[in-house]
C-alpha cells in the first residue's frame, strides 16, 4: 500500500496530488525539485478541466499563467514558448504549456502520473477524523487514499497530501438559494452547465430559443458568442436571466485586461437593453423547468415572488461551481461555512474583498494554507471554495508558500 515501492523511494517523502490540472502538474515540477517522490492522480486526463473550455481566451497574457520554473522547463526541452503578451485560448495552454511539462514530468525519476484513477476519499492510517486531535502523532501516520483506476480499487499511502481537484466538476444549480429548481435535475441533459463553443454547436444554438443564466464573465463570454451567432442566425433569441439588478458588471477604469472590459460594457449594454434579440430579465432566478411541445418551459421568480415565464430550447447555465468536499471529509479540515473554502484563506478573501479587480489579489502567505490537519493543503481553483476571483498566478504563489512550509526547518514560523 505504498504510492511506489522501489528501493530509491525509501528516504524520500512521498507526496501526492490530487488533479493533473494547471496547478497540480505545477506542483509536481516544484516537489521534485525538493527531492519528493511524486504521485499525481487524474481521474480523467491532464488538463481534462481546461478542455471544458478549450475555446474561450484568458483574460491575462501568458505571463501571469505561467511560472518561471515551467518556462525553464519547456526551454530545457526545446520547446518554444508564446510570447509573454499574447492571450492564449484554453486549447493553446494545453497544447503549448501543460502538456509539454507533463510530457517532461514523465521522464523524471520519482514521478508517476495515475490518469483515469479517481481518489475516492483520503484519511489517516489507523486514526479516525477525532483521533490525535493537535497531537503530533498524527502527522507520523500516513494519508491513506482509496482510488480507484484500471485495476480496480486500492488503498495508496502518501506522507504529504495535496488537493488540487478544482471544481468544473461540481456546477451550481439554477433554483433558488442554490437549491436545483424544479424539474432541473430530471431535465439535467437539457442544460448546458459551461460556456458553450458556440461555433462548433451551431447547429445545436443557431436559430434557437436560448435561456442563458448567470451574471459572471462566463456569463458574458456565452452571450457575447451568441450576440456574434445572432449577426448570421438573426432568428437567434436569446434571454438573459440573472439576479443582480441592474447592470451587473464593475467596468475598470483603465482596465490592463481588454477582453475583460469588453465582455463588461456589452453585459451592461445587454442589462440596459441596448442590444438586439437579447431580452434581460433582472433580479430572478430559475424556479421550474418542464418539457414542453415544442421545448422546455422555464418559470423564473423574483424575490417577491412575481413570475415570468418563456419558452426555450437550449438552456446555458453559467451560474458558477463548488468544491467537493466529501473527498477529506474524514481528516482534520476546518472550511469556511460560507464558502466551503479552507477557513483561514477564505478569511483573508473577506478581510481583503472590495477591491473590483480581480489582478490586484496577491498570495496571502502561507499561514493561510494551513489546516488543523497536517501536511495537507488544498491549492488552486478549490481553495478558493465558492469564490469565483481564483486566477492561475495566485495558484502559481501558493505553491511556492506550500513549499516553504515542507521544506523549513523544525522550529522555523
Not at 65 to 88: C, I, M
Not at 201 to 216: E, S, T, Y
Not at 251 to 261: A, F, V
Not at 286 to 311: C, F, P
Request: aromatic fraction near 6%; include cysteine; glycine fraction near 8%.
Amino acid at each position: 500500500m505504498s504510492l511506489k515501492s522501489s528501493a530509491e523511494h525509501q528516504n524520500m517523502r512521498r507526496l501526492a496530488i490530487v488533479g493533473a490540472g494547471p496547478i497540480g502538474v505545477e506542483f509536481a515540477l516544484r516537489a521534485l525539485e525538493e527531492g519528493f517522490a511524486v504521485t499525481l492522480y487524474e481521474a480523467k486526463t491532464p488538463g481534462a478541466h481546461v478542455r471544458t473550455w478549450a475555446h474561450v481566451t484568458f483574460f491575462s497574457p501568458w505571463s501571469l499563467n505561467r511560472s518561471a520554473r515551467g518556462e525553464a522547463t519547456l526551454q530545457a526541452a526545446d520547446v518554444e514558448l508564446a510570447p509573454d503578451d499574447d492571450f492564449p485560448t484554453g486549447e493553446q495552454y494545453i497544447n503549448a504549456y501543460l502538456e509539454p511539462l507533463v510530457d517532461a514530468l514523465k521522464r523524471a525519476p520519482n514521478f508517476q502520473l495515475l490518469e483515469h484513477t479517481r481518489v475516492l476519499g483520503v484519511s489517516r492510517m489507523r486514526a479516525l477524523k477525532g483521533d490525535l486531535l493537535a497531537n503530533p502523532q498524527r502527522a507520523r501516520r500516513p494519508f491513506l487514499l482509496r482510488v480507484a483506476g484500471p485495476d480496480g480499487e486500492r488503498f495508496d499511502e502518501a506522507d504529504v497530501l495535496i488537493d488540487a481537484s478544482g471544481v468544473l466538476d461540481n456546477p451550481n444549480h439554477l433554483g433558488p438559494g442554490g437549491l436545483a429548481a424544479i424539474g432541473e435535475e430530471a431535465l439535467n441533459g437539457e442544460v448546458i452547465r459551461a460556456i458553450p463553443d458556440v461555433e462548433a454547436q451551431h447547429d445545436a444554438l443557431a436559430g434557437k430559443r436560448v435561456l442563458v443564466v448567470g451574471h459572471g464573465h462566463s456569463a458574458a463570454t456565452t452571450l457575447g458568442a451568441l450576440t456574434e451567432l445572432r449577426e448570421h442566425a438573426p432568428q437567434t433569441h436569446i434571454t438573459w436571466a440573472y439576479r443582480a439588478e441592474g447592470e451587473p458588471f464593475a467596468e475598470i477604469e483603465g482596465d490592463t485586461l481588454p477582453q475583460r472590459l469588453r465582455l463588461s460594457r456589452l453585459g451592461n449594454a445587454i442589462a440596459r437593453g441596448e442590444v438586439s434579440g437579447v431580452d434581460p430579465v433582472s433580479g430572478v432566478f430559475v424556479e421550474r423547468i418542464t418539457r414542453a411541445d415544442d421545448g422546455l418551459h422555464v418559470e423564473l421568480a423574483d424575490a417577491q415572488g412575481q413570475k415570468h415565464e418563456i419558452e426555450v430550447d437550449r438552456i446555458i447555465a453559467n451560474v458558477g461551481y463548488h468544491p467537493d468536499t466529501s473527498l477529506t471529509r474524514e481528516l482534520q479540515v476546518h472550511l469556511c461555512y460560507a464558502s466551503d473554502g479552507p477557513m483561514k484563506l477564505a478569511a483573508s478573501l473577506l478581510a481583503s474583498a472590495g477591491n473590483a479587480d480581480c489582478l490586484a489579489q496577491s498570495s496571502a502567505g502561507p499561514e493561510v494554507l494551513k489546516n488543523p490537519e497536517p501536511d495537507f493543503f488544498v491549492l488552486g481553483n478549490k481553495s478558493y471554495g465558492r469564490n469565483p476571483n481564483f486566477l492561475l498566478k495566485i495558484g502559481l504563489e501558493q505553491i511556492d508558500d506550500v513549499m516553504t512550509l515542507l521544506t523549513q526547518k523544525e522550529g522555523d514560523v
